[in-house]
């Protein structure tokens, strides 16, 4: 008895010594679920969800030693049911945790439900909670343990009330039946009606006859084009697997390609123009007006070449006897690619500038700062990439980036998307790689807005010079004033991203950035011409209540609400950058002012600064503001989100990721647009109401002919919240990139100068359905083995069953759809779909194409 009391007093020693500190549970012994309950419940909009945590361990949850964080599409209001015993907490951005109330327990094989509430909704499995994790804690609120979540499910939506944004949402659900309505109005086309290159060229003119390619051509090229010609021989030895090596000539010879320079204009455009010609006698001939146009002409020759010698499987090639005339639309033609948000790593870049070039696109906007990330080393603020590059576990007030868009507690965890950033090499490398494709790279450091990545790290800065007492040091490049007391929210749910404008080492910090990109850019021996800060979504609040700011204002009487500063910021951003010969771009907002009611008016005190306003809103009353600002003499990229923001959802399927905030992009719409008059493209409202294009836009400002130049050209948006990795960032690329270059590119589609809105849809329904076979007969198949294959997606088909017959159609005719009734996914061994059918029992259907690639399945009872 002795002995047993003695081992006892050890063990206890032993517990109190160690906290008494319990097992804590393995990551994949909590099981948890998340499920949507409705977006249509209440009259207001409103969304319900619910988690379910089952306790499979040993380990006792209680009212103290536990929290859940996770990171989901951030909505206003949200609120647990009343009774619950743990609460649901908004942090900061789109974190979240589940803690514990008072009386809360969870024991051993016991689950707990989770009812909660928030504005708008969630329709999409993509909206779920990402990057869950357990923190556990102490008695004392001390931190023990971080666990991640791993047994974690998202429930499917299947409910209309799931996938339905509450009750004035009128776009359809994607089903079968929807899909085959929406897709009679598409036939196949046969080969020789596809188009022969895209973007479409200005002239094309051929003699029906094919040029048969069997033996290795000899390249040749006019002196300084060499770097064009070893384009050439590595795009010839990658599909031959045998090495060219080009010679200088200017000699027209039976079986060659010969790459020179003259001076001639198409459409009256002299710059990036050429003339292509494929003869008899197996010679090409490349003349460009310039570099870019040869490039350009060398794309147009790969689109001319079979889709099988992409894929492996040609034994020669064979090309059309062909000329070719063409230039572009547009000298700008941009894709935006957002790295800050989920970080892409140097090597998917290269690849995205390889695509962009095949699609003859010439301006990267590189999107490399944000609230979740700075993604840029610049040597001589080495903490925006040591501290602003990751996201980690920490405290909402702590010098660190919090977790977002599901990155987990853990900085550069296999798998995650938040930690990450370009070192200065890596940076000179993309820029030349880019240089040498004719692609300009823009970089993007957003401020005033969007900067909490950047504040962050000058915090932790601060901090360490201020440990080390060098206070002068450490308040050297500070952006923000710490005695602000400001509230705001941003349209991110951010309280704490915005720069205080008032400091000068706000100024100081910009001028370092700007001169460290600047620095790269010369080893890159690549011309930067312009600069873009961002300067959108500075929200409402931000600088109300600032010392700092209030001693500013006594000098500004001109300014009579904070709200107003951000003019002040860009006129002191565009002053930097002017002594550097930059020109100055932002988002639309930078040439914008707030008038008494928070309305936006243009500003035309920049017209003469070279500052460049990119123009997203084009809906909300907004379709007319790029007009606005091109009349008023501002050159203007228009960058409409209700054609050109790729990041949002192809449709409503749940299983389609992306957002939906502005409605869905899809590659027609991509397609179908009237730079001149958006107005006739712009058919419905974000929430899928058709608008009355006569009527509603009637007052509205028309773009004057003589303004019409001050349209620079036209952009792709790639935002990253919901693009988690490459995969992702090439499906949802393609194939609405191939849509955008047409728009960009090709000269003025004859839909565009139609009235009548009738005769105007039946015209570009004609030539959509032209672009579609395109698309599902040569394009997509190609993008299976150029450079390295692409994860492009390939539409559902669309079915009914009727009296036991199955019905299917697809919207790229030139696809082909095979099904199963066996309950197997079907594969390309499955049955052939040709014609009506007679079927019985569960039926599958996938739509293929000819590189073997495959859509999601589509299930029909």
Request: net charge negative; hydrophobic share 35%; proline share 6%.
């Amino acid at each position: 008895m002795e002995r047993t009391g003695f081992f006892l007093s050890i063990i206890c020693t032993i517990l109190i010594l160690s906290g008494c500190r319990p097992q804590l549970p393995e990551a994949d012994q909590i099981e948890i679920s998340w499920e949507v309950i409705s977006n249509t419940h209440s009259d207001q909009p409103r969304t319900k969800a619910e988690f379910v945590i089952k306790n499979n361990s040993r380990f006792r949850f209680n009212d103290n030693n536990w929290a859940l964080y996770y990171n989901q599409a951030p909505r206003p209001n949200i609120s647990t049911m009343p009774g619950s015993l743990t609460e649901v907490e908004w942090i900061n951005g789109d974190w979240h945790r589940i803690v514990p109330q008072e009386g809360f327990r969870l024991r051993s094989g016991e689950e707990v439900t989770i009812t909660y509430e928030a504005s708008r909704w969630w329709i999409k499995e993509s909206d779920a909670p990402m990057g869950l994790y357990f923190v556990f804690y102490d008695r004392h609120g001390n931190e023990t343990e971080i666990i991640t979540a791993d047994n974690y499910e998202v429930k499917p939506f299947t409910r209309i009330e799931q996938i339905t944004r509450h009750k004035n949402d009128l776009y359809p659900i994607p089903t079968p039946q929807w899909r085959y309505e929406k897709n009679q109005g598409m036939h196949h086309v046969p080969e020789d009606e596809l188009k022969d290159i895209i973007p479409t060229p200005v002239s094309i003119n051929t003699t029906g006859e094919y040029v048969i390619f069997t033996e290795p051509v000899e390249i040749y090229y006019q002196d300084g084009l060499r770097k064009e010609a070893d384009y050439l021989a590595g795009v010839l030895s990658s599909l031959t697997g045998q090495p060219f090596t080009p010679l200088t000539g200017t000699e027209e010879k039976p079986n060659s390609i010969l790459l020179r320079k003259s001076n001639f204009s198409v459409n009256g455009v002299g710059e990036e123009a050429y003339r292509l010609e494929v003869r008899k006698d197996r010679n090409i001939l490349i003349t460009g007006t310039d570099n870019a146009g040869v490039f350009y002409g060398i794309q147009s020759l790969k689109s001319l070449m079979p889709v099988n010698a992409f894929l492996g499987t040609a034994m020669g090639v064979r090309i059309k006897e062909i000329k070719i005339e063409d230039a572009p639309r547009f000298p700008y033609r941009g894709l935006h690619v957002d790295v800050a948000r989920n970080f892409q790593e140097k090597d998917q870049i290269l690849k995205t500038l390889d695509l962009m070039a095949f699609y003859k696109i010439n301006t990267m906007l590189l999107y490399v700062t944000e609230d979740e990330g700075w993604r840029l080393e610049i040597r001589d603020l080495p903490e925006l990439t040591e501290v602003g590059g990751q996201r980690e576990h920490t405290a909402k007030e702590d010098a660190a980036v919090h977790p977002a868009y599901g990155s987990g507690p853990f900085p550069y965890a296999e798998g995650t998307h938040g930690s990450g950033y370009y070192t200065h090499e890596d940076f000179v490398e993309i820029l030349r790689y880019a240089k040498d494709r004719h692609i300009t790279i823009i970089p993007e450091v957003n401020l005033p807005g969007h900067a909490r990545a950047a504040i962050k790290a000058m915090e932790a800065r601060y901090n360490r010079l201020m440990a080390a007492g060098d206070e002068e040091g450490a308040n050297q490049f500070r952006l923000i004033d710490p005695e602000d007391e400001s509230e705001y929210i941003s349209p991110q749910s951010f309280t704490d991203n915005v720069v205080n404008v008032a400091r000068e080492s706000v100024y100081r910090f910009f001028e370092t950035v700007v001169d460290g990109i600047i620095a790269m850019y010369q080893e890159a021996d690549a011309p930067l011409e312009i600069f873009h800060t961002g300067g959108d979504e500075v929200p409402e609040g931000a600088w109300t209540q600032s010392p700092m700011i209030d001693e500013l204002l006594k000098d500004l009487p001109e300014i009579t609400d904070p709200k107003n500063l951000q003019a002040y910021f860009f006129d002191r951003a565009i002053k930097i950058l002017e002594e550097r010969d930059l020109k100055i771009a932002g988002w639309e907002e930078v040439v914008l002012l707030k008038d008494e009611a928070a309305t936006y008016i243009p500003n035309p005190e920049f017209t003469d600064r070279n500052v460049i306003p990119y123009i997203w809103n084009n809906l909300w009353d907004n379709q007319d503001l790029g007009y606005r600002l091109a009349n008023l003499g501002y050159p203007i990229v228009q960058c409409h989100v209700s054609n050109f923001y790729f990041d949002l959802a192809y449709n409503k399927d749940p299983e389609e990721p992306g957002l939906y905030w502005a409605g869905f992009v899809n590659t027609k719409d991509a397609w179908y647009y009237a730079p001149y008059d958006v107005f006739k493209t712009t058919l419905r409202t974000a929430m899928g109401r058709e608008i009355d294009i006569d009527k509603e836009y009637a007052d509205m400002e028309r773009l004057r002919p003589d303004s019409e130049n001050n349209i620079m050209g036209l952009q792709a948006q790639l935002w990253s919240e919901t693009i988690l990795g490459p995969d992702m960032l090439e499906y949802y690329t393609l194939p609405k990139v191939i849509g955008f270059a047409e728009s960009a590119w090709t000269s003025e589609r004859s839909y565009e100068r139609i009235e009548n809105r009738e005769q105007r849809e039946t015209e570009a329904n004609r030539k959509w359905n032209v672009f579609a076979n395109t698309l599902a007969q040569k394009e997509l198949p190609r993008l299976a083995g150029l450079h390295g294959g692409f994860n492009y997606r390939l539409p559902l088909p669309g079915a009914i069953i009727e009296d036991g017959v199955l019905h299917a159609n697809i919207e790229f005719p030139g696809l082909i759809i095979r099904y199963t009734t066996n309950g197997d996914e079907p594969t390309r061994r499955s049955a052939l779909y040709t014609e009506p059918v007679e079927v019985t029992g569960e039926v599958r259907l996938r739509a293929f194409d000819m590189a073997g690639r495959h859509s999601r399945t589509v299930t029909l009872e």
